[in-house]
């Protein structure tokens, strides 16, 4: 069950005017994680017939690529319509992110949720940046206040990108 609070955000895509295979990512911050049993807790919701997916993927600093940790594909949950619990093992890492990738289908009829992220208690999650800084792409960080400067602080300017919007 979704933990239902009064505050928070959740995440969503849709498939419709998606051309086949489109995705949408979500990354998080860059981090480490010192326990070899830490787990990342979400709940996701799928509905219609052309959602294709889920993956959840742990891109490290050093490896090419990333390394797919869980995923569920959209054609099993098509009539679920229900909110599911998902329980990645995400292990020890250095330096690393983590991506959710939704797949739409090849159709208009899906919808993919993302709700109530969480690491177990004992992770050990170190951030990267603080809160009062900008995560670059690279695993740099800059301060909060150069975002959006008309500079590009960060190597892959992504500091700039979709400002005003």
């Known amino acids: 069950m979704v ?7 959740y995440m969503y ?20 994680t010192d326990n070899p049993e830490c787990t990342l807790v979400f709940y996701y919701h799928m509905n219609g017939r052309n959602i294709g ?3 959840v993927k742990a891109n490290e600093v050093g490896i090419a690529g990333s390394v797919p940790l869980w995923s ?21 890492r250095s330096l690393f992110r ?12 899906g919808d993919l949720a993302l709700d109530d ?6 992770c050990g999650i170190k ?16 301060p909060k206040y150069l975002n959006c400067n008309f500079y590009k602080d ?10 005003g919007m």
């Open 117 to 122: 992220i969480e690491w177990n208690s004992n």
């Open 98 to 109: 983590i991506e959710f990738e939704g797949v739409a289908g090849d159709g208009y009829q």
């Open 13 to 32: 895509i849709e498939s419709a005017s998606q051309i086949n295979a489109t995705t949408a990512i979500l990354e998080g911050p860059w981090m480490t």
């Open 72 to 92: 569920v594909n959209g054609k099993d949950n098509a009539t679920v319509n229900l909110w599911q619990q998902a329980i990645v093992d995400v292990g020890q």
């Open 53 to 55: 997916g889920l993956n």
């Open 127 to 142: 951030k990267l940046c603080r809160d009062d800084q900008y995560n670059c792409k690279a695993p740099q960080c800059i």
């Open 3 to 9: 933990l239902q609070l009064c505050t928070g955000h």
């Open 154 to 163: 960060c190597p892959s300017g992504c500091d700039e990108n979709y400002c």
